[in-house]
């Protein structure tokens, strides 16, 4: 079966940093596109990057030229590299499987805050 294990939250100051993973199985990673998403406290759900099988990266503009997503499918797994973080950026992240049927992870907590 599909599984989706994000690692790497945690707390730290504004201007730090943080790397999420997400370790995939039950599928042939390679073949899809992958997704980080987040969600704060009393908000929807948002999508903060996707990489497609061929490796094009799109990012939110509120992340952008400060996360970098990335994926290894030797390992079956996807990062988020998460630099010069903000208070905003505090939420559970998610990561996602792409196709016709979508997966999601349980979520790692962010928590940004001097």
């Known amino acids: 079966q599909v599984q989706l294990v994000e690692s790497g939250g945690g707390s730290v100051q504004p201007g730090g940093s943080l790397r999420l993973s997400c370790a995939a199985s039950?599928?042939?990673?390679?073949?899809?596109?992958m997704s980080w998403y987040r969600q704060a406290p009393g908000k929807e759900r948002e999508l903060v990057a996707t990489?497609?099988?061929?490796?094009?990266?799109n990012y939110a503009e509120s992340v952008k030229g400060r996360f970098t997503i990335s994926r290894d499918n030797a390992k079956n797994t996807v990062y988020l590299q998460m630099n010069s973080l903000k208070p905003e950026d505090t939420a559970v992240y998610y990561c996602?499987?792409?196709?016709?049927?979508?997966?999601w992870g349980q979520g790692t907590q962010v928590t940004v805050s001097s």
């Open positions: 039950g599928f042939t990673f390679s073949n899809y596109a």
């Open positions: 990489i497609t099988a061929g490796n094009r990266q």
């Open positions: 996602k499987r792409g196709g016709l049927v979508f997966y």
